[in-house]
């Protein structure tokens, strides 16, 4: 477990409950923390709450906390209900802009061809960040998470199991990807790229959803790296079926190329949007779609603990590709820890990032700093 420095346990909890207003029970709160520091013990959070109430937090009915500021400002009426006061929903660094928000309804009231491409990681199922599905993560209890064992006492990340969706669960999937490039159209200029990522079981639903959404599909870039999913002899048999592997090892992962149509030919798109193809990493080495990348280093997963967390090493080759000319807007819709806005950061691009989660918000505004300051080999 790594030590904390000085004080990070209490600011991860005021954090956490600066974000509830109507307070939070002592398990919500663990979460919080688990999100926005990583491992912590449950006493070290227990005993700070209990030594500082009633200075700084007030213990409600349920054993839930408030701080005390909110507490004393929102109470209200004689049932003692406490009042929901809105939480800042923006933060801003150099050329980032963090939204809280969900990405639908922000991008229904975006501005007409006012995004100049998008690269997201979106949630590959839905399912696996449901409300239901976030609460069992975060508790270590899996659902639909997959926590891998330990190897050579290395923590490993969480895995969403797209193997347990069901025909209906894809369905979701696909309606929700076409409402979202719908919408995304719009907001768009011509020529605009939008690369999403996915996973070699739902890359086909998502594609399908995107190309009847009328954005033109212009292949795939494969993030070529090892992963922890597949290669598993069946389960229970190990023994009996000892030379079997249920799927293939994972060795690569896809992230799906679109591109909004063109106005007129590439050279005049170029000219009036700034867009249209891919800035090459030199004049003489064009953009690939094979990107050699190691998993997200351990150094990197501590400065911002997301189970989704891609490394900044093949970020900012995505990122900075995806904008030809170097100039525009970069909108990750599912910001997460945001991993795109850093890299974008980077880079010297600006971008916007979306995120519904008040807990990931939280994360991401701590987390784009570090990243975007991360120092690259």
């Not at 922000?106 to 006012?114: G, H, L, M, Q, Y």
């Not at 006492?153 to 929700?176: N, W």
């Not at 605009?192 to 399908?208: E, I």
Request: positive net charge; contains cysteine; charged residues 25%.
């Amino acid at each position: 477990m790594n030590k904390k420095r000085p004080g990070e346990v209490r600011d991860a909890i005021i954090n956490v409950l600066s974000s509830r207003p109507q307070g939070a029970s002592i398990a919500e709160i663990e979460d919080g923390v688990q999100i926005l520091i990583g491992d912590t013990p449950s006493s070290s959070i227990r005993s700070y709450l209990r030594l500082n109430t009633p200075e700084l937090f007030v213990r409600m009915e349920r054993a839930q906390y408030v701080l005390n500021e909110l507490f004393d400002t929102a109470i209200g009426s004689a049932q003692g209900a406490v009042k929901r006061i809105p939480a800042p929903e923006n933060f801003k660094f150099g050329k980032a802009e963090l939204v809280l928000s969900d990405c639908l309804d922000w991008i229904s009231a975006r501005e007409d061809n006012s995004i100049h491409a998008v690269v997201t990681d979106p949630p590959y199922g839905l399912f696996e960040y449901s409300e239901e599905q976030k609460s069992k993560l975060r508790s270590g209890k899996g659902g639909v998470w997959r926590i891998p064992p330990s190897f050579d006492g290395s923590k490993r990340s969480p895995l969403p199991r797209f193997t347990v969706l069901t025909a209906k669960d894809v369905s979701k999937l696909e309606d929700f990807f076409f409402d979202w490039a719908c919408r995304l159209k719009r907001v768009l200029v011509p020529g605009a790229n939008v690369v999403v990522a996915s996973n070699p079981l739902l890359s086909y639903a998502v594609s399908s959803a995107l190309a009847k959404a009328g954005l033109e599909r212009r292949g795939e870039i494969v993030r070529q790296v090892m992963t922890m999913r597949g290669g598993d002899r069946p389960k229970d048999a190990h023994e009996e079926f000892s030379e079997i592997s249920v799927m293939p090892r994972s060795m690569w992962e896809p992230w799906l190329v679109f591109r909004n149509p063109l106005d007129g030919r590439v050279q005049d798109n170029l000219r009036k949007w700034g867009t249209g193809g891919f800035r090459r990493p030199s004049k003489d080495k064009p953009f690939g779609d094979v990107i050699q990348s190691a998993p997200t280093h351990t150094k990197e997963k501590k400065l911002a603990p997301h189970p989704s967390l891609k490394p900044q090493a093949f970020m900012r080759q995505v990122v900075r590709g995806v904008l030809p000319l170097g100039e525009g807007v970069i909108l990750d819709s599912f910001a997460g820890s945001g991993s795109t806005l850093a890299a974008a950061e980077a880079i010297g691009y600006a971008s916007i990032g979306i995120e519904k989660d008040r807990e990931y918000f939280h994360l991401a505004q701590a987390s784009i700093p570090r990243l975007a300051n991360l120092k690259i080999d």
